[in-house]
């Protein structure tokens, strides 16, 4: 962990040969040209960065980074994986309300073991297995290094590909289980997008609570095969677009009572289709939290007045910037040992760290429907 001056000032020349300063990188500190023998210096770290906004195949790019210090209340973490969120694209194209200022590294959330912890540093010990909670951004690079009360201590039980997608996805499911409306034993929901990991663990939370689930998905080819395995998930139903198509569609719901809660990642037609299932009954509740469509929400008139049909917004984001941290912890702890139990699952695809470039092209979509991309370092 300690190093010598040379190595400190090779660190220094290193970055001033490539023009940047590391604390713009994921807010690691910039390196000091004047030290202690004794300081403590993270290793050399491979990182994906981005020195400008734009299309991530084209702006992103793989570079060393020198050593820094790590003060006194920081932890370093080697990272041992990292998921490429559909948030990630759209920081690095400059679209997503919140983002990092350039140049910056890529990627919100991962999993890592402690390295080393600077000396006022209680409670964290290296070898520990740590995410960062609530999600921070860099990620994407072998070496991070922040401030003790950025990482959160899990069991090292946890399979590690779940600890390191834990949180964007599967805390958004839970959250807009429990936040939107009171949902009892027998009660059901209403969702589009079902195939993403949203989607699947919506699925596996209403089962695991006694609540019946209603999926739809896009007309595909396989489609049955889908169908088959969102049901292996425990959802009670799944229609494709076009078998919705009806004009009641609620004599395609059997036993299954109407459901009080809708949620919406697509829009446009797929969202509509979502207020089929939720204009049987008065109160429903639709909650949107992406729009991959691209195109806008319509209701009719008659829902709000006779229906009192509420539409509302999820953004996690917000949820977390709201003094959630503990809250927050406690769910991820709480969803890991779902994913222990074999109670949460989800498909992924790991890729190593120097086949970035190749998982990228698979989130952006340019080799048609994926597993999710996780980086494995």
């Not at 400059?94 to 991962?110: C, D, I, L, S, T």
């Amino acid at each position: 962990m300690v190093v010598a001056r040379s190595i400190a000032l090779k660190a220094v020349n290193t970055a001033s040969l490539w023009g940047l300063n590391r604390s713009r990188f994921g807010g690691l500190p910039k390196v000091q040209t004047v030290r202690a023998l004794s300081t403590i210096m993270s290793p050399p770290s491979k990182a994906v960065v981005y020195e400008h906004h734009g299309p991530p195949d084209s702006v992103t790019r793989m570079i060393e980074l020198p050593p820094v210090e790590v003060q006194e209340n920081q932890v370093c973490v080697k990272m041992l994986a990292a998921p490429i969120n559909p948030s990630d694209i759209n920081r690095i194209e400059g679209v997503y309300p919140v983002r990092p200022q350039v140049p910056a590294v890529g990627g919100y959330e991962g999993v890592g073991e402690v390295y080393s912890v600077g000396s006022a540093v209680k409670g964290l010990s290296p070898g520990d297995l740590v995410i960062p909670s609530p999600p921070s951004s860099g990620t994407w690079q072998t070496y991070v290094v922040k401030d003790h009360d950025i990482w959160h201590k899990i069991s090292k039980d946890s399979p590690i590909e779940y600890a390191a997608t834990v949180t964007v996805n599967p805390l958004t499911a839970l959250r807009m289980l429990e936040d939107f409306t009171t949902l009892s034993t027998g009660d059901s929901i209403v969702q589009n997008g079902a195939t993403s990991i949203v989607g699947q663990c919506v699925i596996q939370l209403a089962r695991y609570r006694g609540i019946h689930s209603i999926s739809i998905i896009r007309d595909r080819a396989g489609s049955d095969e889908v169908k088959e395995r969102l049901k292996a998930l425990g959802a009670d139903e799944v229609f494709t677009e076009s078998q919705l198509e009806v004009k009641n569609v609620k004599s395609l719901l059997s036993n299954i009572p109407e459901p009080a809660l809708g949620l919406n990642c697509v829009g446009g037609h797929a969202a509509s289709l979502v207020l089929k299932f939720l204009s049987f009954r008065q109160g429903g509740t639709m909650v949107t939290y992406g729009g991959m469509s691209k195109k806008p929400v319509t209701v009719s008139t008659s829902s709000f007045i006779f229906k009192d049909l509420s539409l509302r917004g999820f953004w996690l984001q917000k949820w977390l910037s709201a003094d959630k941290a503990k809250e927050c912890r406690d769910m991820v702890d709480y969803l890991l040992r779902l994913a222990q139990e074999g109670k949460l699952k989800y498909e992924m695809e790991l890729v190593p760290f120097d086949k970035f470039h190749s998982a990228l092209e698979k989130a952006l979509g340019k080799h048609g429907s994926q597993p999710k991309q996780v980086i494995k370092f």
